[in-house]
């Protein structure tokens, strides 16, 4: 009887296993991929691309996942197999990867010098398919050149793209002539190079053409006439003529009259008022100065050279550093300039970096100025006066990082013909003149270089400081 019974039992477990088995076999599954997709938003993928197997016919609301909405989602199949029926459901998750759109119409833009270009002209020329759209550039529709647009668009869930497109403000300044070299002399044998006896340069280009009809023999004596013209990368022309002449013998004229010493009682007198204070600037040309006696005298405050610059390297003034000292120990406020032969923007990185090594965090009361005045052999340092501003603002950029004021030196005609942006640079004035004519702000104002004052034995540059 046990037997029996154990034996019964054994064949109950067996059949119920057979028929456990022969349900799940028959009992309708799809199986979809282990782990939750991730679905990129607004793309079409089919139902049909999630089923990794089935054992029946599936049937599906329509033959795409909806895609529209980022987040959670869900899916119901329905699948059967004879008689039986049963829905699964695809557990999904949209996100939106996909940076924005931007359209650009035009990727080059002309327009005129001074034309107005305003945010409504440049969405104009950009779209975006969605989020918001950002735009920045350094367009100065006052000087002629390219400038880049930069296009950035972030959408709602962060994505971002970027584009340009470039600006062209069109070149209608013919060059500028600063030597004509009318009216020059050359020896008899000597070589002839008009390059040597004219300076130029042009807004734009570095190097516009010049081409010379005419010709010096200067194998004969007498005068010849030569016809020369520049044009510039954008066909500006600027023609003048002259004459050289070819003589026997060069004589120079030593008896040119000397300007009259201009005593600085007669400086105070003559230019000092409310809102102004008077100093005087120096390099070691002057020597040795006494501070106490030229401080006695009413200077009230010195600008001073710290060198001068060539190919990167700064030449150290050798009176610099006594005169810093002097300065200092007077209680004189002070400032200082370096004369520039820079070419380029790393040339002057280099420069302002030698410069505040040798300062050695030194406070000074008064800016740290550029002086750069190479025009007459312009041509030769093959930039253009925009590429001479760029100088300007690098050596601008940098001495605000260490936390000195920068300041322009130039005289009245290459502030307001060559320099781009001088109405928005500090600007120390060079014009020797009673009443200035120019036409924009200035801080400070160098009005002579053969002045006389006690402390200083060789004459000194007069400056006005403007306070108010």
């Known amino acids: 009887m046990g037997f029996n019974k154990k034996k019964s039992v054994i064949i109950s477990v067996l059949l119920l296993g057979v028929l456990l088995l022969t349900g799940f076999l028959m009992w309708p599954n799809v199986r979809f991929p282990e782990e939750k997709p991730v679905l990129e938003r607004g793309r079409e993928y089919m139902v049909e691309e999630f089923v990794m197997s089935h054992n029946g016919e599936y049937e599906t609301e329509g033959p795409y996942l909806d895609t529209r909405t980022v987040g959670e989602h869900e899916y119901v199949y329905t699948i059967r197999k004879g008689f039986l029926s049963r829905n699964q459901v695809l557990h999904y998750e949209v996100v939106d990867t996909t940076p924005p759109k931007i359209q650009i119409a035009s990727r080059k833009v002309e327009i005129d010098p001074n034309e107005t270009y305003t945010i409504e002209d440049k969405l104009e020329n950009v779209s975006v398919d969605e989020g918001?759209?950002?735009l920045e550039t350094d367009l100065n529709t006052s000087l002629s050149g390219t400038y880049t647009v930069k296009i950035e668009a972030v959408d709602e869930f962060g994505n971002r793209s970027s584009d340009s497109y470039e600006v062209i403000v069109k070149d209608l300044e013919a060059p500028i002539v600063f030597v004509t070299g009318d009216g020059c002399k050359i020896k008899k044998g000597d070589d002839f190079d008009i390059e040597k006896?004219?300076?130029?340069?042009?807004?734009?280009?570095?190097?516009?053409?010049?081409?010379?009809?005419?010709?010096?023999?200067?194998?004969?004596?007498?005068?010849?006439?030569?016809?020369?013209?520049?044009?510039?990368?954008?066909?500006?022309?600027?023609?003048?003529?002259?004459?050289?002449?070819?003589?026997?013998?060069?004589?120079?004229?030593?008896?040119?009259?000397?300007?009259?010493?201009?005593?600085?009682?007669?400086?105070?007198?003559?230019?000092?008022?409310?809102?102004?204070?008077?100093?005087?600037?120096?390099?070691?040309?002057?020597?040795?100065?006494?501070?106490?006696?030229?401080?006695?005298?009413?200077?009230?405050?010195?600008?001073?050279?710290?060198?001068?610059?060539y190919d990167g390297k700064l030449n150290l003034d050798k009176s610099f550093r006594d005169n810093l000292e002097g300065a200092v120990k007077a209680g004189m406020p002070a400032g200082i300039y370096y004369y520039s032969h820079d070419k380029n923007s790393d040339e002057v990185r280099w420069v302002v970096k030698q410069i505040f090594e040798e300062l050695d965090d030194i406070p000074l009361q008064l800016p740290i100025v550029f002086d750069w005045e190479n025009f007459s052999e312009f041509q030769e340092y093959e930039i253009s006066f925009q590429g001479l501003e760029q100088l300007y603002e690098t050596f601008e950029e940098e001495v605000l990082k260490h936390g000195y004021r920068p300041m322009l030196y130039g005289s009245k005609y290459y502030l307001e013909n060559v320099w781009r942006n001088a109405e928005n640079h500090p600007v120390w004035l060079a014009h020797y003149t009673r009443h200035s004519s120019y036409r924009w702000p200035y801080q400070l104002w160098q009005i002579c270089a053969w002045g006389v004052v006690d402390g200083v034995d060789e004459r000194v540059d007069f400056d006005v400081m403007i306070t108010e």
């Open 197 to 309: 006896i004219i300076s130029y340069g042009d807004n734009a280009d570095p190097k516009p053409i010049l081409k010379v009809d005419g010709k010096v023999d200067t194998n004969k004596l007498g005068d010849y006439t030569l016809q020369a013209t520049l044009t510039d990368a954008s066909g500006n022309e600027t023609s003048w003529k002259l004459t050289v002449s070819v003589v026997n013998k060069i004589t120079y004229d030593d008896d040119e009259e000397e300007e009259e010493d201009y005593l600085f009682s007669d400086f105070l007198e003559d230019y000092i008022e409310e809102g102004r204070i008077a100093g005087i600037d120096v390099s070691e040309w002057q020597g040795d100065i006494d501070f106490k006696k030229l401080k006695d005298a009413g200077c009230e405050f010195i600008m001073m050279r710290i060198g001068f610059s």
């Open 132 to 134: 918001v759209m950002m």
